[in-house]
C-alpha cells in the first residue's frame, strides 16, 4: 500500500498525548485561507524553492531533465510551468534551497521510521499520529498503516477536519485511540469564506463523532477578525461539551509559519491574519471552559490546519 506524505515528525508534542510522530499526508478537501502547511493542500507532489538559501553550486541545473532552473548573473529562479516535480534536484541540493513537498511511500517505509522511537513512547504515554493535510484522504492507506501501528503496541491519533462522508471516518475508528477534530468555525459564512466550504458536513460528522462514543479531542485555530468571538469558540465548547467521550477543548492561536512555505511553492498568501490579543484569548478560553471537562491553549503557539 502507497500514500502520499509530505512529512514525518519525530518528537512531537503538539498532536496529542506524550511524545509523538507526526505523519502528515498530501491532500486536503478543506482550503483554510491561514493554512500553516499550505504544502499539504495539492495531493500531487510540489517542489519548494528557497532562492536565498541558494549557493550557487548549479548541480539542478544539471540534474534536472526539462531544463526548469533558471540560473542567470543576478538570480536563479524555477520555471514552474515546466518543472514536473521529480524531485531530483531536491536530492541533489545540499544547500536546501529546493525541497520535495510529497514523497511515496509504502507503509512499512513509514513504519520503520515511526518503531525507531518507541521508547519514547512508552515513556511519555506517546504515540503515532496521522495529520495532514486530509488523512482520511487516503483512509485505506491510513487503515494499514495505524492497524500495524496497533500492532506493535503502540498508541494511535488521527488528526482530521472532518469534511468527508461520514463512512470514511467510521471505518477507521476501530484503529484509532483517540480522534483529534478540527472545528474552525460554526458560522456557514465565515467558514465558507475562510475554509471554502460551509461546514455544514464537518458539523455532521462532529455530531456522529460525539455519538459514536468514541474517544475525540477537538482543536480550533482562533484568529483575529475570523472566529475569535464569544459566539464560535463558546459556541463550540457548548456543542462538544455535551459529549462525554470528549477528552479536551484545545485552542491554537494563529502564527504565521505558513507564509514563507507558501512563498516557497510560488503562491502568495491573499488575505493576512493575527492570533487574537492575548487578554482576548484568556477570555474565550474562560468562556470555553465552562462547558468541557479540560480546556488547553497556549498564548505562543503550535500549529493549526
Ligand atoms: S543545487 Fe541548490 S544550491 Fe545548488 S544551484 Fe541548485 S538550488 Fe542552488
Ligand atoms: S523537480 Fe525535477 S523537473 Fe522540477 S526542477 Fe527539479 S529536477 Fe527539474
Not at 493554512?35 to 534536472?64: K, M, T, W
Not at 548573473?73 to 516535480?85: P, Q
Not at 521529480?86 to 517505509?109: I, N
Amino acid at each position: 500500500m502507497i500514500g502520499t506524505v509530505f512529512n514525518l515528525q519525530r518528537f512531537s508534542t503538539a498532536d496529542g498525548p506524550g511524545v509523538r510522530t507526526t505523519v502528515f499526508m498530501k491532500g486536503c478537501s478543506n482550503q483554510c485561507a491561514w493554512c500553516h502547511n499550505p504544502e499539504s493542500i495539492r495531493r500531487e507532489a510540489e517542489i519548494r524553492f528557497y532562492p536565498d538559501r541558494c549557493i550557487g553550486c548549479g548541480r539542478c541545473l544539471q540534474v534536472c531533465p526539462v531544463g526548469a532552473h533558471v540560473s542567470g548573473a543576478e538570480a536563479h529562479n524555477l520555471d514552474r510551468a515546466t518543472c514536473t516535480a521529480c524531485g531530483l534536484c531536491a536530492s541533489e541540493c545540499f544547500a536546501g534551497a529546493v525541497e520535495a513537498a510529497g514523497t511515496s511511500m509504502s507503509v512499512e517505509d513509514v513504519l520503520r521510521e515511526i518503531v525507531k522511537d518507541a521508547p519514547y513512547y512508552r515513556h511519555s504515554g506517546g504515540g503515532v499520529t496521522i495529520s495532514g493535510g486530509e488523512p482520511v484522504l487516503q483512509a485505506e492507506f491510513v487503515g494499514e498503516l495505524l492497524r500495524a501501528c496497533q500492532y506493535h503496541g503502540l498508541h494511535t491519533a488521527l488528526d482530521t477536519a472532518g469534511h468527508y462522508a461520514w463512512s470514511l471516518l467510521d471505518g477507521l475508528l476501530d484503529v484509532v485511540d483517540l480522534v483529534l477534530y478540527d472545528v474552525k468555525a460554526l458560522d456557514p459564512d465565515t467558514h465558507l469564506r475562510y475554509v471554502g466550504n460551509d461546514g455544514r458536513l464537518i458539523r455532521e460528522n462532529l455530531h456522529r463523532l460525539g455519538g459514536s462514543g468514541h474517544p475525540f479531542a477537538v482543536r480550533t485555530p482562533v484568529i483575529a477578525g475570523v472566529n475569535d468571538t464569544e459566539a464560535e469558540i463558546g459556541g463550540i465548547a457548548r456543542i462538544i461539551g455535551q459529549y462525554s467521550s470528549l477528552t479536551y477543548y484545545e485552542l491554537l492561536p494563529y502564527h504565521a509559519l505558513g507564509n514563507a512555505k507558501l512563498q516557497s511553492l510560488g503562491r502568495h498568501a491573499a488575505e493576512r491574519f493575527a492570533a487574537p490579543e492575548r487578554h482576548h484569548l484568556e477570555n474565550l478560553a474562560a468562556t470555553a471552559e465552562s462547558f468541557v471537562p479540560d480546556l488547553r491553549y497556549s498564548s505562543s503557539l503550535a500549529r493549526q490546519t
